[in-house]
Structures are given as C-alpha cells and as structure tokens.
C-alpha cells in the first residue's frame, strides 16, 4: 500500500500530512514528541481495509509550520488544525485518533464539534474532565516538594536546551525508558528530588534499542528534532492553564461521540490519569484496551494489537 505525503493549508498554517487508501477518513494525531511517522504501522493498515488515513505532522512539528507566539498552541488552534484539515480534504466527518497529546486535541475536539466527529479513539492518555483550577496551580501544590517535568517545561528556553542539546539522545532515552514495563528509573521522567538536574540527565542510558524501535526509525526522529528543535512540542505544554481560561463552558463536559481507548499496561501517564476516573465522563465508551506488555508508545511498540482494536472499532461504526 502506497503511502504519499503533501502539504496542505489549514486555519493559517502548512502543515505536512502523510496519507494511504480511499474510503472514509480516519485522521491519526501525534504527541509529543513524535512525527506523522509514529502512524507508519497503522497507515498501510487502515489503508488495506478501506479507510483514508491521514497522519499530519502537528502545529509545531516536522514539515509543518512553527509559529514564534506561545499561544498560537493553544487548544483552539490546535482543533482548529484539525477542522481545517477535514475542510481541506472536503470531508465533514472523520474519525480523530488522538496518542499522548494527540489524545487531548481529539477529546476537545469531540466535545466542541461533535457533528464533525464519527467516533474518536484515544490513546494514552484517558479524557480528563476539566479541573476546576488551572492545572499548573494543581501540579504546583501536589509537587511542591518535588521536580515534576510538566512544570519543567513551563519555562520558555530551558527545557529547549535541554532536549535540544543531542536530540538523538533526548529521544533514545525517552522512548526506551517509558516503553515496556516502567522501572523506578525510568519514572524519574514524571517527578524526582529537586537537585538541579534536567530532564535528560534523569533518564537512563538503555543497554540497546527495544526491538520495537530499529535504528532507522529513531535516526529519522533525531534528524527531523536536529532541524526543528523542541520548542513547537513543548508550547503544547506552555498553554495549559490558557486552555482552561478559554474552556470555560466544557466544565463538566461529558464526551458523545462513540469512543475507544487504548493504552500499553505499563504506561507510565496512567498512574496520572487512572482509566476510572475517565469513565463516568464518556457516554458511549465501546471497549478499553489495554496492551500486555506495551509501555507509552503503544501503536509502535504493538502495531498488530492497536491496529486490531482500531479496525474492531472502526467496523462497528460502519455496522
């Protein structure tokens, strides 16, 4: 199955897609920090069972643009990416597949354009209800004592350097420590002493590249981070607390639209955001699937179990 790549213009921004098949659009949205290229098991699978998959490279990452201002990466632009996106593909609706941060624009986007929506499948990370302060306030209380990395990444320029120092390092440690099964090492990457350290000085060197992930794969990550540098992905994290501000009416927002989530066992966001507080606040949950053995980046580390369950529930919307 053939995949291709073109840029398309949407709500004021270039952004790269790569796409495969014909049928009804399925539109895959990575997280941070990730490429279209974390889709590359899925896009000839959707493919092959008659869907058109589409997987952008998101506001701020690869061949799409990198705007300079910091709140033009909050959440109105971020779905209004995507809304653009199905405009400029002349498709009403589409199925949004969200992993990581791609999981909130997809959930946000269910909850404020649902006509736009057939059914929504997160990944990763569990739909969250709005709190009811800004989140920084919350994490700022509840890691008062300790470094936390969310609030790491909130200062403009230093997490930058950090992560943008080696990139081939950078990303080498994030995605072997948070893959598989967790250890207490590799937790550092959530919360730790305060003690001066980075963040990539707290993730461990692993022994080799967990099979899941050939050299080839994260050279061409480390190469396109190498050229865009971090700051796109981490503005994402920069405009929480102005997302809430501009929310104000999804407080206690139920998701509608027909959902699947889908997560490894041992991902480590799931000791954040545990799968039952999600829920009471998903109306039409149609399976949880959680992966034996897969750690964060689930859709690459066990490609046949996710896309198993994507077709389950993309079938079951066409029934």
């Not at 090492?185 to 707290?202: F, H, Q, T, Y």
């Not at 997560?263 to 992966?291: F, I, N, Y």
């Amino acid at each position: 199955m053939t995949v291709t790549e073109r840029t398309i213009r949407t709500n004021g921004i270039d952004m790269r897609v790569v796409e495969a098949g014909t049928g009804p659009l399925v539109v895959l949205c990575h997280g941070f920090p990730e490429l279209s290229h974390s889709w590359r098991h899925q896009l000839p699978a959707l493919a092959a069972a008659g869907y058109h998959a589409v997987a952008p490279d998101m506001r701020g990452y690869g061949g799409t643009s990198r705007p300079e201002a910091l709140d033009a990466y909050d959440i109105l632009h971020l779905t209004g990416d995507v809304v653009g996106l199905l405009d400029a593909l002349g498709e009403e609706r589409a199925v949004l597949v969200g992993h990581d941060w791609g999981a909130p624009v997809v959930w946000n986007l269910a909850l404020r354009a649902p006509a736009r929506v057939r059914g929504v499948a997160g990944m990763s990370v569990p739909y969250v209800p709005r709190p009811e302060r800004p989140p920084t306030q919350i994490w700022k209380h509840v890691f008062a004592q300790s470094w936390f990395y969310i609030l790491y990444f909130q200062e403009p320029g230093v997490a930058d350097a950090d992560l943008g120092r080696d990139p081939a390092t950078t990303l080498r440690r994030l995605m072997c420590a948070v893959s598989g099964e967790p250890t207490p090492e590799s937790l550092a990457l959530l919360s730790g002493p305060r003690d001066g350290r980075g963040m990539v000085e707290r993730l461990p060197e692993p022994e080799r590249l967990p099979d899941w992930l050939p050299r080839a794969d994260l050279d061409h990550y480390a190469s396109v981070f190498a050229r865009t540098g971090f700051t796109g992905g981490l503005n994402w994290y920069r405009n929480f607390d102005r997302n809430w501000e501009l929310t104000p009416e999804l407080a206690g927002a139920v998701v509608q639209v027909p959902t699947l989530f889908v997560a490894g066992a041992g991902d480590p966001v799931l000791l954040m955001a545990p799968l039952d507080t999600m829920r009471p606040w998903v109306a039409d949950l149609r399976d949880v699937v959680v992966v034996p053995g897969a750690g964060h980046w689930v859709q690459q580390e066990c490609p046949d179990e996710v896309n198993a369950a994507l077709l389950g529930f993309l079938a079951g919307l066409d029934a």
